[in-house]
């Protein structure tokens, strides 16, 4: 089969995200399950700060900053943020070896491990407020029978498309195998509009979704086997990198993408310039915000056995306090709050995101319908959640050896072989 390459267009810088806008605490413990702030062991009351390191962008968090102020005008929160998925990982554990690590920030699957077994985070196991939190949820970010984070969210990452677009080019439904999908992306190119891209920063969707269809179909243990010696990256990883690398050897995406960051795939999308992008549930309110017109489909990566497809996801991280922090009491207020039914309301509202919660029940998009679907029969995986250990590690070296990958420099079973290396250095 012939793709028509096209050239990747010149992208807008990534916005620049504007951090330290003030905000604050809100009032009650209560509001995530436990008594009041002053109750909690009490506060300054007279300007006590507290910092807060978030991925979500100010955008996002300010409706919920904008409530602690409200509350609490005593205490202030300072905001800053990076982008996932390695931006802030690697800028969370500078600050954090720096001793300049927020009060409160996010813990995610990929380094959950080296933060947990560094004892940088607060054991959060007897805090009420995590009586509202998902099992699986807790499960994702506890080690030794303790809950290091609270995740209020799930989230699922499949192929957003332009139907405008892809009704051009006359498809009547999602593709069906990893056949398809290429066959539609040949005829989005020959229409002239860039067919497909998904951000390099981070492993993509869909080769999450391919590897988590190739264990299904493999069955058994694959992830622990790998750890365990049993098993390794090659056997696991060969079949779907070499899938996932025909969307460069056959034309779809150029070698120049393997760099695009989340906000620079979605400029592309919301201007009408591409036509499928990866990405999931968390990018449906912002372009909701930035294309109100569009109309938006999504749809789980098919794999390449015809009508078995999948959904990247899990849930999503989780916020923890950080061990060294002089401010517990005001940031255990704070994860309540931001666990509490009126906190993951407000998220829900701001962020499209799937929240879990016992005590809320958010307000799903209808392009959302099948992903919700899929999270809650657990049709989804990724490669950092199911690792037991050396997230942070492995992710980092994936990422660097997919982008050589994408730009031909490497085969795909050096990619898997790279990865049994780093897991041998990791485990010596």
Known sequence: MTIRRHPLRALPPAPTRTPSRRAVLTAACAAGGTAALAACGGSSGSGAGLSFFSWSDQETMQPLMDAFEAA?????????????????????????????????????????????????????TPEPFLDVVAQGNKDLYSAGGKVYAASVAAW??????????????????????????????????????????????????????????????EGGTPDADVFAGRSTFVDQWGEPLTQYSRLFTEGVVDAGAATLTGDQVTAEFVNGRLAVMGSGSWSVATVREQAPDLDLGLMPVPGPTAGDTMWSGAPSPGYSINAASE?????????????????????NSTSGDITTTSDFTPEVDPVLTDALTGLQEGDYYLPQTAWPQYQDALNTEAVARLQQLAQGRIQPLEVAAALDAELRDAQA
């Open 156 to 217: 699922a990452g499949g192929f957003l498309y332009n139907k405008a677009l892809t009704d051009a080019v006359g498809m009547t439904r999602p593709p069906q195998s990893w056949d398809e999908f290429l066959q539609l992306c040949e005829a989005l190119g020959e229409s002239g509009v860039q067919a497909f891209y998904e951000p390099g920063d981070g492993i993509p969707t869909s080769l999450a979704a391919l590897i988590g269809m190739h264990h299904r179909a």
């Open 72 to 124: 609490n005008p005593d205490v202030r929160i300072s905001f800053s943020s990076a982008p996932p998925v390695t931006e802030y990982v690697t800028t969370l554990q500078s600050r954090l070896l720096a001793g300049t690590g927020a009060d409160v920030f996010v813990m995610a699957g990929e380094n959950k491990t080296n933060l947990i077994e560094a004892g940088l985070v607060r054991d959060l």
């Open 327 to 347: 401010r517990v009491e005001e940031a255990r207020a704070f994860v309540g709050f931001l666990t509490s039914a009126e906190g993951t309301r407000i998220l």
